[in-house]
């Protein structure tokens, strides 16, 4: 087996209300195997083109993999489709069933007759564990091609994919994953790690490399040449040399933040506008949290500022709700309510409306209070408001990265 085509279903996705994320992960995972991808295919919730777009890709690789359509609704196709293709039988996969009854029975509920959909599999097919939710996965032979179907949930997709599709690959049809590093570098443009990574004095002739880019963050793999040596321990060391405290650990921001606090026994607490929440559900979405994030508050309006935080009514008054000084007096506010050891705020202009000359949409403002004292700084960041949110939760987290390693 040498080569991979992805077939991305949805009307969702033909649309436009969704963007196809599964390719871009599939894609990063194949990079790191001896595997080629050769097509990435998107098709909307038509039987017709559904088929059509298997058989294409069929015809250009040895595996096809296929993401989404394993709903319970009338518009998912992928299992119908495949068994008309295949002449295979649809089958329950029993223990798929038991999880689904279980799973309802704890809300007290009970499945639909459709739900049964999403455990039923082309009779004879190598099941998939879904270990996030209910529809099951899937390995078939078509003809001389293998036919891998996912979930299109990306939550349920991804562990899938990381944790059943590949290690059958290689086991079963001996697909080897290459020696690889990634580093992820954290605040620095994407213009600006791939200078640095171009400039290092290393043998590229002898690896790939690759840049992928999300709000606040540039995660850069390098991927072994077959037949070349592959200098890891320079790798690792020019690349550390060159982005220097950019650089996180093996985890993602807020888990090496987490991890951090919990090994210097520094609890810290949030205090948001602009971002709503955002910084504590990352930091509370890392298991061990409780021991180090002692609360947050959403202070959006004016009155919450100065009601629950303390902050003056002069300050709101005199420098408005997006300031430095606001900024201050919330982080400050919002360490003495939960007696942390950290108190951060965040306020600033998400748009799409709300700027003005003096400040913009993409406006904000961080405060960051300590014993020794508070400090505050404002950033100017692009983007819709999403991205805003986003960047400025990275912002924020990275600063108590920081902090915390002495940096």
Request: charged share 20%; glycine share 12%; with cysteine.
């Amino acid at each position: 087996m040498e080569t991979v085509a992805v077939l991305s279903t949805g009307n969702e996705i033909i649309q436009g209300n969704v963007t196809d994320t599964n390719s871009r992960f599939i894609a990063s995972g194949l990079f790191r195997t001896d595997l080629r991808l050769v097509r990435v295919v998107i098709v909307g919730d038509d039987p017709a083109e559904l088929s059509e777009g298997i058989s294409g890709c069929a015809a250009k690789a040895d595996c096809v993999i296929i993401t989404g359509g394993l709903g319970p609704t009338e518009d998912d196709y992928t299992l119908e489709v495949l068994c008309g293709m295949t002449g295979c039988a649809p089958a329950v996969y029993e223990k798929g069933a038991a999880r689904m009854e279980a799973f309802f029975s704890s809300m007290g509920m009970k499945p639909n007759p459709g739900d049964i959909k999403m455990v039923s599999v082309p009779d004879g097919a190598k099941v998939f564990e879904n270990t996030t939710g209910l529809a099951a996965g899937y390995a078939l032979t078509f003809h001389d091609t293998l036919i891998i179907a996912m979930p299109g949930v990306p939550g349920e997709m991804q562990p899938m994919f990381d944790n059943e599709v590949l290690p059958y690959l290689q086991t079963e049809y001996g697909v080897r994953v290459k020696r690889h590093l990634t580093f992820r570098s954290v605040m620095l443009r994407e213009s600006e790690v791939n200078k640095r990574v171009k400039s290092l004095p290393l043998p590229f002739d002898d690896f790939e490399w690759g840049i992928c880019t999300t709000p606040g963050m540039n995660t850069v793999t390098f991927v072994e040449k077959s037949g070349r040596p592959f200098p890891d321990v320079r790798i690792q060391e020019e690349v550390r040399r060159a982005l220097g405290n950019t650089v996180l650990g093996e985890d993602l921001l807020e888990k090496e933040v987490v991890a951090i606090l919990a090994a210097e026994g520094i609890t810290l607490a949030a205090a948001e506008s602009c971002t709503g929440g955002l910084v504590a559900e990352r930091i509370t979405s890392v298991p061990g949290a409780s021991a180090v994030f002692s609360g947050g508050v959403v202070a959006y309006s004016n009155t919450a500022k100065a009601d629950i935080l303390g902050v003056r009514p002069e300050t709101l008054e005199q420098f408005g709700a997006v300031s430095e000084e606001t900024a201050a007096e919330m982080a400050e506010g919002v360490r003495r309510l939960f007696s942390a050891d950290i108190g951060i705020a965040t306020t600033g202009i998400a748009g799409p409306g709300g700027g003005t000359v003096g400040k913009p949409v993409g406006t904000v403002c961080f405060g960051f209070a300590v014993k020794g004292g508070t400090e505050t700084f404002t950033r100017n960041i692009p983007g819709d408001r999403e991205r805003v949110r986003r960047f400025t939760s990275q912002t924020i987290l990275n600063k108590i990265r920081l902090y915390c390693t002495g940096n």
